[in-house]
């Protein structure tokens, strides 16, 4: 089973690859990441809205769940289709079960887990214990370490 700590995704030493969840909108070619996680991400990693923004344009849809972004070494975990909107539980469910397949094919000698916020919760508005987590039990393993500012 996946393993919960408490803290900043960002902070924790080791080779990991953090996972960012995001919306699916597009503004000027760049994906928007106004708050929260994504905006953590957009500070830390410059032009990561742009490169993500062109991947999703490219894609040519509004859901893309799972987007590997090679330049920086990190994930972007769709659980929004609109930054303003809440997240929708059964797009989070299908973005946590391909990152797991994503996880079980990809091979990077030198990461040993998987980083991510709690999926759809916070600004997403979803409930960590009742919607969420039993959804990480479904699918996650010991590969994939789940944060909570608390």
């Known amino acids: 089973m996946f393993h919960e700590r408490v803290g900043d995704l960002f902070r924790d030493p080791g080779f990991s690859v953090p996972i960012i969840t995001t919306n699916s909108v597009v503004n000027n070619g760049r994906l928007v990441m106004g708050a929260g ?3 953590a991400a957009r500070q830390r990693y410059p032009d990561i809205d742009a490169i993500a923004g062109t991947r999703i344009n490219d894609l ?3 859901t893309y769940n799972l987007l590997w972004i090679d330049r920086y070494g990190v994930l972007l975990l769709q659980t929004k289709r609109a930054w303003k909107d809440p997240s929708p539980i059964d797009l989070v469910e299908e ?3 391909r990152l ?4 079980d094919t990809m091979v990077f000698n030198d990461v040993y887990e998987y980083r991510l916020p709690q999926p759809g919760c ?3 508005g979803l409930s960590w ?3 969420v987590r039993p959804i990480c039990q479904k699918y996650l393993d010991e590969r994939f370490v789940v ?4």
């Open 129 to 131: 214990e009742k919607q």
């Open 147 to 150: 944060y909570s500012l608390t």
């Open 95 to 97: 973005s946590i079960k």
């Open 60 to 62: 040519g849809k509004s």
């Open 37 to 39: 996680i994504a905006l």
């Open 122 to 124: 916070g600004l997403g």
């Open 100 to 103: 797991r397949i994503f996880a």
